[in-house]
């Protein structure tokens, strides 16, 4: 079974970093707020110092944390996640930047409710094992990316670690690895053929785009939008591939792209839909 045989639908829809237009990013209160909204949930996952899978988007802590107020409690210079550890992580409050710089303007156009929202605060970062293993989270599929950690310690060991705990929590049936650094989707399929990956690609496409997915052993292709048309589309599509669009807010070019073969899109409003 592969990621894509838990669908009876292949026009798919996948909550981009959870319910992030109402909800802080990649928190367990975006991911259950998604759930019936969404086909599959995408989380972004670093590595932390002592090497976990954690659910983060960016290198650094700045944007989503309070990291300023606790760095010097735990005598920390750095505010990159992978100078951090798992317990160091877990002080922080990864909820209250949403409240003060609704980012989506939800707040402010009163679709989301201010005082609902400061009752969840503090969100902890969770870890990768605690994604898979959650109660509410455990039957959703799950597009895992792997943030490309070329130039740190981490590199060569990211990869390994998420297929690790892929492994553990038997959950290899409902997740989609996603990457833009593809040397770990090949890594993928080079250890662990039976999981699903797709490679991301933010500008161009790559030379003879069909044989360098073929080689890579992905079942998807993730364009950008700015950079997906109907031809694309079903270029791909004839050559057996899933195509995922990220990432899309407007309804009517969610229909464009799905009337054209689109397989998934990436929104940050799954109730759009």
Known sequence: MTFFDNFASN???????GFRSYFPENTLAAFTASIGKCDFIEVNIQLSKDNVPVVIHDQTLSRTSDCEHKKQQF????????????PELKALDVASWFLETDPFSTIT??????KELKLIIPQRIMTLEEILYHPKLKKIPVNLEIKDHSGTPQDKLV????LEVIK?????SRVLISSFNHD?????????PSISTGALQKEDHPPDIIDYLYTLGVAAYHPA?????RSLIRQLRAAGFGVNVFTVNNKKRQKFLFNAGATAIFTDFPELN
Request: aromatic content about 6%; proline content about 0%; hydrophobic content about 40%.
């Open 11 to 17: 026009q798919l829809i996948a909550a981009h970093r």
């Open 75 to 86: 005598g920390l210079d750095s505010i990159k996640v992978g100078d951090w550890t798992v």
């Open 109 to 114: 156009d009163k679709k989301v409710s201010l």
């Open 159 to 162: 990869t390994a670690r998420v």
């Open 168 to 172: 553990m929590t038997r959950s290899e």
């Open 184 to 192: 770990y989707l090949l890594m993928c399929h080079i250890i662990y």
């Open 225 to 229: 939008d700015s950079i997906t048309d």
